[in-house]
């Protein structure tokens, strides 16, 4: 499935206080995910094996490494859990880098709320603007994402250019 979004992560300490804001717009709470999502050395873009209690996707996806809403370009495989998977992409490309997080996922309407705790990183929120039906132009998706960093009242300064991958990447190399 091909799915285009513009999303934003940022950086919080207070994870309880942003996802009470959210509470207050009355969202569909969807669950809490334990997600363990292995990236694999790939030529281009980023491929992340995503296993977890509620989302379970190989998914393929690029994106530019720049601080705000961002669009990326997705193309995402839903599966069954299953090791064979994992084994064969370990084997054949070999793993670069492991994100271990419990992720708190909301929606209203095609906005997706991730309300994150990532092992060795700390707290974070991401906001996703999804079209997986062609049913909104780019622009549209950005302003979803534009309108909800206003309501969160976040700054410049809590905004993330990177993906949890690349930050767990740039801690090894420390």
């Given at each position: 499935m091909n799915i285009k979004n513009f999303e934003f992560k940022a950086k919080v300490d207070n994870l309880e206080a942003v996802e009470n804001k959210l509470l207050t717009l009355n969202p569909v709470?969807?669950?809490?995910?334990?997600?363990?999502?292995?990236?694999?050395?790939?030529?281009?873009?980023?491929?992340?094996?995503?296993?977890?209690?509620?989302?379970?996707?190989?998914?393929?996806y690029d994106r530019e490494n720049i601080a705000g809403s961002k669009e990326s370009q997705i193309i995402l495989y839903q599966h069954t859990p299953n090791v064979a998977l994992k084994e064969i992409l370990t084997k054949q490309l070999g793993v670069k880098v492991v994100v271990n997080k419990k992720r708190k996922i909301y929606f209203i309407g095609n906005v997706k709320f991730h309300f994150d705790?990532?092992?060795?990183?700390?707290?974070?929120?991401?906001?996703?603007?999804?079209?997986?039906?062609?049913?909104?132009?780019?622009?549209?998706?950005?302003?979803?994402?534009?309108?909800?960093?206003?309501?969160?009242?976040?700054?410049?300064d809590t905004i993330m250019d990177k993906s949890y991958s690349d930050l767990l990447v740039e801690q090894q190399n420390l």
């Open positions: 709470f969807q669950g809490l995910d334990h997600q363990i999502d292995t990236y694999f050395k790939v030529e281009t873009g980023r491929l992340k094996l995503r296993e977890g209690t509620i989302e379970n996707a190989l998914i393929n705790r990532v092992e060795n990183l700390g707290t974070f929120m991401e906001v996703e603007a999804i079209d997986a039906e062609d049913a909104f132009t780019t622009e549209q998706l950005k302003v979803q994402c534009d309108t909800y960093f206003d309501f969160f009242e976040l700054t410049p």
